[in-house]
């Protein structure tokens, strides 16, 4: 079971920034992708940003042009920069292990970070 640790989350009102902060191992950066995926209430899962090996990177077309994912090898930590939020971005923001940003399940997720967007 690999460790992440989300942190960053919070309030903000639409059109505001957070940027997300994923903690974990150095085995995990070396051997998987790192996504980032968000569950709202009532919602299903859905993933958001993914970085791979050579720097891969996925996003989903509904943050595409919004959010940034980046990671930092040296400090063991992935982020997330969330520009122009808007409500429907509320929800829970977890990152997660991955076989692969192309294909295959979340392996292993941390607890998750809150973020609310509303006025």
């Known amino acids: 079971q690999v460790e992440l640790e989300e942190s960053g989350g919070g309030f903000v009102q639409p059109g505001g920034s957070l940027r997300l902060s994923c903690a974990t191992s150095?085995?995990?950066?070396?051997?998987?992708?790192i996504a980032w995926f968000r569950q709202a209430p009532g919602k299903e899962r859905e993933g958001v940003a993914c970085?791979?090996?050579?720097?891969?990177?996925t996003y989903a077309d509904s943050v595409r042009g919004r959010f940034t994912i980046s990671r930092n090898n040296a400090r063991r930590r992935v982020y997330l920069q969330m520009n122009s939020l808007q409500p429907k971005d509320t929800a829970v923001y977890h990152c997660?292990?991955?076989?692969?940003?192309?294909?295959?399940?979340?392996?292993?997720w941390g607890q998750g970070t809150q973020v609310t967007v509303s006025t």
């Open positions: 997660a292990t991955r076989v692969s940003c192309q294909s295959g399940d979340f392996t292993s």
């Open positions: 150095s085995f995990a950066l070396d051997y998987y992708s």
């Open positions: 970085i791979g090996g050579r720097n891969t990177i």
